[in-house]
């Protein structure tokens, strides 16, 4: 099967955010979106723009929601916050020692990208066990699930994409292509029908519009 290759097609720029110059990490919680800007996890919403609550975390890579608790890579390890009160309420050991990117929530597992070591890890949110292991071509610099499909961004060589994969075995179903000097760090789904992606050092998130099915 060919991949589908399409540009992407960023809607919306939000940040940089106060404090922060670089964005590593980016989730969903169903109303807001929150942005790891590497000394805080900044919600805003994606409908004014405007910060409504941050949260002093280390956060240096991707961050994920899973319905109650934000989970946050933090160098070698992955914290469980709770977002009413900022507090850790777990810690677990990240897959990649510290070489962990892009993380999402999905099945009641994490995932969570192996920035150079090119993979995706499905691990136990209670123990941080690896449960099965994806393999990609690219860096990984971002996992999301929508809909049942895997996607996952990539940075390499100061090119970007936003691609979804086959989980079973890796292959490249269909990219979108990020404009020349446009990079993806962190990557969420609304849910619907955008990806939020993180800027990297621009300090931003954008909002690219996922294609849309026959």
């Not at 060919?2 to 109303?31: L, M, Q």
């Not at 992955?78 to 990649?96: E, F, L, N, Q």
């Not at 955008?194 to 996922?210: E, Q, W």
Request: charged share 25%; proline share 5%; hydrophobic share 35%.
């Amino acid at each position: 099967m060919n991949t589908v290759i399409h540009p992407a097609e960023i809607v919306r720029e939000y940040g940089p955010f106060e404090g922060g110059k670089s964005v590593a990490g980016v989730t969903h919680d169903g109303r807001r979106v929150w942005a790891a800007t590497g000394a805080a996890l900044v919600a805003f919403d994606p409908a004014s723009g405007e910060a409504q609550q941050r949260i002093e975390r280390p956060c240096d890579a991707g961050t994920a929601f899973d319905g109650r608790y934000l989970w946050q890579l933090a160098e070698a390890r992955i914290d469980k916050i709770d977002p009413a009160t900022g507090s850790v309420v777990a810690s677990i050991p990240a897959p990649g020692q510290g070489g962990d990117s892009g993380m999402a929530w999905a099945e009641g597992s994490l995932w969570v990208g192996q920035h150079r070591g090119r993979k995706i890890h499905q691990i136990d949110p209670a123990t941080g066990a690896i449960q099965r292991t994806i393999e990609s071509n690219r860096f990984v610099t971002g996992v999301t699930w929508v809909d049942g499909e895997l996607w996952h961004g990539t940075w390499e060589d100061d090119a970007s994409e936003i691609r979804r994969i086959d989980p079973a075995d890796g292959r490249v179903l269909e990219s979108l292509q990020m404009p020349a000097g446009t990079n993806v760090s962190g990557l969420e789904s609304d849910g619907a029908d955008l990806f939020y992606a993180g800027g990297g050092g621009a300090g931003k998130v954008r909002a690219v519009r996922r294609p849309k099915r026959a």
